[in-house]
């Protein structure tokens, strides 16, 4: 790491967000344009976010299995809206072990169709139903913009893919599992999340309905950070996915599908991250505590190293992810720089005083300076650090929170709804026509992020059209 500042966020929001993923080497280019290398630490912040997700789709009935990242590019063709949205992004295969191939194959874009393909063959009855199946991969579309997390050609994510007997269930699953991501990104993430439904335009390809969670990053901006689809009977009808049911008739099942990706990755950096770097919210972050020993001769080194090896011991009997830096040759400044710009949410020094005294000083890292220290006993330590975590972890939501309430207005007319954009959200009634949106759109470079799930009660005017809306909806310009 070097001992360059980053550039601050104010004056290049975009710049900041670049160096920060490779100073705190959470990714780094690839040598093809726009794939990522996922380097160790931002692996296993994803691997956390992995738990965190996984946990709660088991408990809500899911299964994990793993389908092949080849499909055959007539699968694609099957479902006439979703090969539309996905033509332009799609990298095929023609060329197999030397041989021109036969049918092309499609490096999966994501896998409804083959997975539908899958599903026709294992439902027969209403007894089979439903089929609750997510898998852990990566996907591959074809992006000529790209952007470290946000944008690459291939990402990390899941996709869970269920099918059902009526429209009613299949509903209840897409809703449910927007709620899991809502729950998932305030209560693991600390980042405040407005779930709503999208508009036409807004839907994934071959959707009936598309549902996702929108958060503000740091610069006003929108970021998408989980979707859920209602696909209704369209892939059932592509690929005849049907079941026969209690009367013996043979109906299509009703399929979701839903996802989140590295992409996330992108949201916490944007969220929480200040002019020093990284800060992450403790319940994901890969180290919770970095100990800094502090010494100057060799027997204060001896001291202060088996000290802090025994603290170190007692956190890590309770859970908690924490590590000691101790490299030589570098100043106890150095290294708070050096974690700093990782994020670590809590820093533990100690020193020979510190060993005299049975204490030591911990730093928050989402409060700089003094007011983020405080000295505490080392006996009891480890509920302490775990008090301090929980403390940081709350404070980040309540921050998030303040930013996003304090950046969204409530436009009275056009012009204010214009100043609100260009700094943060809107949240204004919109007619529902398309052309509203698209001119918006054009004029402001804001896209509608969704229709919030809470709406007011009563109607209002349309903030372009002036018709009558039944419905508010949130605006902004959006990654
Ligand atoms: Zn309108």
Redesign the pocket.
Known sequence: MSELKLPSRAEDFSEWYNQLVLRAELADYAPVRGCMIVRPYGWALWENIQHALDRRFKATGHVNAAFPLLIPRSFIEKEKSHVAGFSPELAVVTIGGGEQLEEPLVIRPTSETIIGHAYAKWIQSYRDLPVLINQWNSVVRWELRTKLFLRTLEFFWQEGHTAHATLEEAQAETRQMLDIYADFAVTEAAIPVIPGRKSESERFAGADQTYSIEAMMGDGKALQSGTSHNLGQNFAKAFEIRYLDRDGKLQHCWTTSWGLSTRFIGAIIMVHGDDQGLILPPRLAPLQVVIVPIYKSEEEKGVVTERAKKLRAELVAADIRVTTDEREGVSPGYKFNDWEMRGVPLRMEIGPRDVAKGSVVLARRDKPGKEGKSVVPQEGLARAVAHALDEVQTALHERALAFREANTREPADYEEFKAAVAKGFARSY????G??EEQIKEQTGATMRCIPLEQPAGNGR??????S?AEKAIFGRAY
């Open positions: 919109w007619c529902g026509d052309k509203c349309c903030i372009l059209c002036g018709q809306a």
